[in-house]
């Protein structure tokens, strides 16, 4: 074919498109004005799409640890490490000072009766007919040695039932009740069964207290205020067993080894009372989160 040829036959074709138009443009304006088709499903435009942008959720302990200049202009991170202590705002609680008085007078009671039989030791013996040696054996190491067996088991135990159950005020106050009866009791026996069955109740209301009073006072500082709560707590012990053998050493000869046990104990029911209704502070109410 001549180059001639086909340029003719594009010229003739022009020539019969303009005289005979093709409705191409007007279809074209039609379909202007109609609306446009709905997006496919999941397909958007580019704001939607940012307004409904989903982030895949990651697990607590799978977040990663981001220390605060890690994020630039102090932008929050993605995946904040929170904790799982529920905080309490507006500071501490306004029963804080009373919460801490009646357990720290409580304590102090109940480590009273430790150390009533030890100024006294020589005129029990004498009673209940023992001699030096068995005055060494049975009342300087027996009794001690139960004080101690009967202690540490009662600290486990009442330290596992105050981590399971929120009535801690009433566990206090009923190991407080129970040593003092039996350091009560004490006052009445007549013989050295009955004196080493009473001094190890004591010891197991003296080994249960001491969870139970650490968790309460936790429980109402911040970090920064529980190594003053904790020495208060040792104050307390280290006052209550002072004051016990004081007045036992100073009553015991004239009045007899029985009288410091009834002086002691009595005063301290009265705390145990008013111990069961304590109020009770929420667990971890001042810490803080991380």
């Known amino acids: 074919m001549s180059t001639n040829g086909y340029f003719g036959d594009c010229e003739q074709g022009l020539e019969e498109e303009q005289e005979n138009p093709t409705h191409d443009e007007d279809d074209r304006d039609d379909d202007s004005n109609d609306p446009a088709p709905p997006p496919p499903a999941g397909v958007g435009t580019a704001h939607e799409q940012q307004e409904n942008k989903t982030f895949p959720t990651v697990d ?6 981001v220390a605060a200049g890690d994020c630039p202009n102090n932008q929050q991170h993605p995946f904040p490490r929170t904790s799982s202590v529920q905080t309490r705002e507006g500071g501490p609680p306004p029963y804080r000072r009373k919460l801490v008085f009646l357990y720290v007078l409580a304590i102090g009671f109940l480590h009273a009766d430790y150390n009533l039989l030890a100024p006294n030791l020589t005129e029990i013996a004498e009673e209940f007919g023992m001699s030096p040696d068995e005055r060494d054996r049975k009342l300087g190491g027996e009794i001690a040695l139960s004080f101690f ?44 069964a009955g004196l080493l069955a009473t001094r190890s109740i004591t ?24 190594n003053a709560i904790s020495g208060l707590i040792a104050t307390s012990v280290g006052l209550g067993l002072g004051v016990g053998q004081a007045i036992a050493g ?30 009770e502070p929420s667990r971890g109410g001042q810490e803080k989160p991380y």
């Not at 105050?162 to 039996?182: C, K, M, P, Q, Y």
């Open 149 to 192: 067996l009967c202690g540490v088991p009662s600290a486990l135990i009442v330290g596992w039932m105050v981590d399971r159950f929120n009535h801690r005020a009433a566990i206090f106050a009923t190991v407080i009740v129970v040593g003092e009866l039996s350091c009560f009791a004490t006052y009445f026996v007549t013989s050295f």
């Open 203 to 226: 010891g197991i209301a003296i080994g249960a207290s001491m969870p139970v009073v650490y968790s309460v006072l936790g429980d109402l500082y911040q970090a920064q205020g529980r």
């Open 60 to 65: 607590e302990e799978d977040a990663p640890v």
């Open 250 to 279: 100073y009553l015991g000869p004239t009045f007899g080894w029985r009288l410091p046990f009834l002086i002691v104990s009595i005063p301290s029911f009265f705390v145990g009372f008013f111990a069961f209704f304590l109020p």
